[in-house]
């Protein structure tokens, strides 16, 4: 028997997962075979979480792909656009229409976007009698910063120090569990809150800060015993190095 010819042609587009700092987002649109005929297809960008135009290059306008005689696979690159915020993944997609002598059978393609920058929104996760360190995170409900130190059972006391300062007022300073051998001082500069938390065993100090809108604010972490100056960030739980820009999450400019 003869190989069969002018079977149905179907076409599909993939889902994929890219990286923030990736130049292009590279869907793959697929023949289920080759035609013997041309096929054509539009494709438009259509906005998810992800802003065409803020992240990533939109195709508003339909444009064409055609597959000669025999090619069953085309590309279709979309630029990803880099930015600096820490928005979690967000997504677009991809659709597919009008088809010309073939099928339509998956017509739209998801595209997400892992964001490269550390997300500060959310508590960490920690054990004021087991974990020692700084924890800072935001709430992104309310842009209501969050800073944590604990002593992690050490016997001896553990010192924290540090400031954060800011070209703007720094607004809503509120302790939390703040005692008199601690230090948590805004005066007489608004715009710089100074710290030194005491505490050993299962010890747990802290204070919570809002900052002017538009404030390029740095926060600087030490210790006298022990510590590195860094910082774990978010729900996520990152660590970083201060001095940290609370702008960027990156170092201090």
């Known amino acids: 028997m003869g190989e069969c010819t002018n079977l149905p042609i179907d076409i599909s587009i993939n889902d994929l997962v890219v990286n923030e700092a990736d130049s292009v987002a590279s869907f793959t649109v697929s023949l289920s075979g080759p035609s013997t005929s041309v096929v054509t297809v539009d494709y438009v960008t259509q906005s998810g979480s992800a802003t065409g135009g803020v992240d990533y290059i939109e195709v508003a306008s339909p444009l064409t792909l055609l597959f000669s005689p025999g090619e069953t696979s085309k590309s279709v690159d979309i630029t990803i656009l880099q930015d600096a915020l820490a928005e979690g993944s967000q997504t677009f997609t991809v659709v597919l229409s009008g088809a010309t002598n073939a099928t339509l059978i998956n017509a739209s393609g998801l595209a997400t976007i892992v964001d490269e920058e550390v997300d500060p929104c959310g508590r960490p996760t920690f054990n004021a009698a087991v974990d020692q360190g700084v924890y800072l995170w935001r709430d992104c409900g309310t842009d209501v910063w969050h800073m944590a130190a604990t002593a992690g059972g050490a016997p001896t006391q ?67 015993s022990p510590g590195d100056g860094s910082v774990t960030v978010g729900a996520v739980q990152t660590t970083l190095t201060t001095p940290l820009s609370l702008s960027t999450l990156g170092a201090c400019q």
């Not at 008199?180 to 001082?185: G, V, Y």
């Not at 715009?191 to 005491?198: A, G, M, N, Q």
Request: proline share 4%.
């Open 158 to 224: 553990v010192i924290y120090q540090g400031d954060i300062s800011s070209n703007m007022a720094i607004l809503d300073l509120t302790p939390n569990s703040i005692e008199i051998n601690d230090i948590l001082d805004a005066n007489p500069a608004p715009h710089i809150v100074d710290f030194e938390l005491r505490m050993k065993t299962t010890g747990y100090d802290g204070f919570d800060f809002a900052l002017s809108v538009g404030a390029s604010a740095c926060f600087t972490v030490s210790t006298a």
